[in-house]
């Protein structure tokens, strides 16, 4: 049995094969995608909801929404 070091050295985190990395990316995009989306939907910005649900930048476009244009306060991220 051979231990394949790799590029970067021992594969550290494994888990069935899924580096747990890439798990908390998944779950930290997929939090702020649906929270863009959900607020883009709510203030009817249609393009912004096409591109946000297209392009997939690990949550940055998101945030860069929900901040920056539709200028959402920390305080009314989850309030209607």
Known sequence: ???DM??????????G???LL???LVAWSLFWKGLALWH???KNHPWWF????VVHTAGIL????IF????IKTDRLFKK
């Open 6 to 15: 790799g590029i970067w050295g021992p594969q550290l985190g494994l888990v």
């Open 22 to 24: 890439f798990v908390a």
């Open 62 to 65: 998101e945030i860069i929404y």
């Open 50 to 53: 096409i591109i946000l649900l």
């Open 17 to 19: 094969g899924v580096s």
């Open 40 to 42: 883009s939907a709510r």
């Open 68 to 71: 920056f244009v539709a200028k």
């Open 1 to 3: 049995m051979g231990y």
